[in-house]
């Protein structure tokens, strides 16, 4: 029902900025809850961002303050701004949407964020 693509990863300094995008197809993309996860080698999968239809969001304690998760639902886009990034966030950035109500989940392939000097 929906297809997820993720851009924008890249290798930047510590300190620095990046913007992801997540480009989303399929229909009625505006009732998924969309989210950003990431995974680092070695590491479990772990949640970033998320932001509802109604663009409330919620950030784990990690990407607070530094991060904003926003979507554009006419243009069927979700991004993510991070900003003061470190080396830590060096990871894989997948987009996911996820179905509330039937609990369906949709993902992108992902997008490598390399933050180091």
């Known amino acids: 029902q929906v297809q997820l693509v993720e851009s924008g990863g890249g290798l930047v300094q510590p300190g620095g900025s990046l913007r992801l995008s997540c480009a989303a197809s399929?229909?009625?993309?505006?009732?998924?809850?969309a989210a950003w996860y990431r995974q680092a080698p070695g590491k479990q999968r772990e949640l970033v961002a998320t932001i509802t239809s109604g663009s409330s969001t919620n950030y784990a304690d990690s990407a607070k303050g530094r991060f904003t998760i926003t979507r554009d639902n006419a243009e069927k886009m979700v991004y993510l701004q991070m900003n003061s990034l470190k080396p830590e966030d060096t990871a894989v950035y997948y987009c996911n949407a996820h179905h509330q109500q039937y609990k369906w989940d949709y993902w992108g392939q992902g997008t490598q964020v390399n933050v180091s000097s």
């Open positions: 399929g229909t009625r993309f505006s009732i998924y809850l």
